[in-house]
């Protein structure tokens, strides 16, 4: 008879402070057993970046809106057994708490699924591929399905070739990532995208 196993899971909320003009960014973190198990990637000022459609607003679990028209919207949040964020409304007429969110939604939503600068996609035939300029860092892992140790540059970024006395290559530059959840890491700026790339 197979016993099955136990996780300890618990959520926390976590404000970091960032780059060189550090800014309090907070972002919500799952933890299973001691080790981030998912985020919700960091506060924008409207959203968690990393999590659609969810209300940010509760107070111990709950949050109530009154429209002001005659009607009030009831909702509740949780974190179940298996470590889940779980966003319920109440249905009035069917006197019952109805799911309407649900965190992590796929593999794609958990911690690390794709190991350091790799892309996941949970509708493509391998979930995981490394971002532009970036191949797989151990290509046996790879092609058993393992990501977890993500991806590697293809050529030394520029800063490494300058302290290596190394001249080859083009220099480093940017590209726009859409759909993606910044790494825990991210440091917000305040300037623009050519400042940015200026520095």
Excluded at 63 to 74: E, I, R
Excluded at 97 to 108: E, M, R, S, Y
Excluded at 174 to 191: H, R
Aim: hydrophobic share 30%; aromatic share 14%; with cysteine.
């Amino acid at each position: 008879m197979a016993i099955p196993s136990t996780a300890y899971f618990f959520w926390r909320w976590m404000t970091k402070k960032r780059g060189i003009d550090p800014v309090n960014i907070p972002e919500g973190f799952v933890w299973k057993d001691g080790h981030p198990y998912w985020r919700t990637g960091p506060w924008n000022n409207h959203v968690f970046i990393g999590i659609q459609n969810w209300n940010p607003v509760y107070h111990s679990g709950f949050s109530v809106v009154d429209d002001k028209q005659g009607t009030v919207y009831a909702t509740f949040a949780y974190m179940d057994s298996q470590g889940n964020l779980v966003q319920t409304y109440w249905d009035d007429g069917k006197e019952e708490w109805k799911v309407v969110g649900l965190t992590p939604k796929d593999k794609c939503d958990v911690y690390g699924t794709c190991g350091a600068n790799g892309s996941c996609d949970s509708l493509g035939s391998s979930i995981c591929s490394c971002m532009r300029g970036f191949e797989s860092k151990i290509i046996k892992e790879r092609n058993s399905g393992n990501w977890s140790s993500g991806c590697v540059t293809r050529t030394p970024l520029q800063c490494e070739r300058l302290n290596n006395s190394v001249e080859e290559g083009r220099a480093d530059g940017f590209f726009i990532l859409k759909m993606v959840k910044v790494p825990d890491f991210a440091q917000w700026s305040y300037g623009t995208k050519d400042n940015c790339k200026k520095q």
